[in-house]
């Protein structure tokens, strides 16, 4: 199935950017978040929606809401300009990935 | 420390195949599940699949599954991707990542194999 995200978002520094991923799958599997800046391989951020692997600031939280799951950074900051993609699992042990959204930090 | 080493950029013609190893240190590797993801420029990441490190066995996604061979090496700690029949759509950088525990994620991310399949 597919994962569907906002291409961009646009924030400036110390405000709050949230960016969302819809598939009809979110219903019943985690979400998952990756951070991936130019030239670098992705890095987790959040899993099982909400949770924080060590390491990753508190202003990046995650949450869901049916077939719907947001991120949201809260006070960005200059170096949390990079693209976003969310991460699911389909019934039959199959992964997708969303769309990706570049965050831009003004 | 965790570490997740991949070899290096590959030139390929089309039709060829090409085999990516994927090398860990620093943690118990037969315990995870090796995953694939490939992104071709400027595109989103693409999920090609996953072999369990400790039983061999794999899943792939339905887009590779025809040409794609996941395998492994214990006693190296080192997992193998090969793709063959290889097009200029397959032109991308490919990912290897380790899921140490069910529904926690990718969690550890190799540095990226860049295939190039050109005439």
């Known amino acids: 199935y597919d994962l569907t995200q906002p291409p961009s978002v646009s924030v400036s520094p110390g405000q709050t950017a949230r960016i969302t991923c819809s598939g009809d799958?979110?219903?019943?599997?985690?979400a998952y978040w990756y951070q991936q800046k130019p030239g670098q391989a992705p890095v987790l951020i959040i899993y099982?929606?909400?949770e924080r692997p060590s390491g990753i600031p508190k202003r990046f939280s995650g949450s869901s809401s049916g077939t719907t799951v947001t991120l949201t950074i809260s006070g960005v900051q200059a170096e949390d300009e990079a693209d976003y993609y969310c991460?699911?699992?389909?019934?039959?042990?199959?992964?997708?990935f969303g769309t990706g959204t570049k965050v831009t930090v003004l | 420390q965790v570490q997740i080493v991949q070899s290096g950029a590959e030139v390929r013609k089309p039709g060829a195949s090409v085999k990516v190893s994927c090398k860990a240190s620093?943690?118990?590797?037969?315990?995870?599940?090796v995953h694939w993801v490939r992104q071709a420029p400027g595109q989103s990441l693409e999920w090609m699949g996953y072999?369990?490190?400790?039983?061999?066995?794999?899943k792939y996604s339905q887009e590779f599954q025809a040409r794609v061979t996941f395998t492994r090496d214990t006693s190296a700690s080192t997992a193998y991707m090969e793709l063959g029949s290889l097009t200029s759509k397959d032109t991308a950088v490919y990912y290897c990542?380790?899921?140490?525990?069910?529904?926690?994620?990718?969690?550890?991310w190799g540095q990226g194999t860049l295939v190039i399949v050109s005439s």
């Open positions: 620093g943690h118990t590797f037969p315990r995870y599940a």
């Open positions: 799958g979110l219903v019943n599997q985690y």
């Open positions: 991460q699911s699992a389909d019934t039959d042990g199959s992964y997708v």
């Open positions: 072999v369990n490190a400790g039983t061999g066995n794999t």
């Open positions: 990542a380790t899921e140490r525990q069910h529904d926690y994620g990718f969690d550890y």
């Open positions: 099982k929606d909400k």
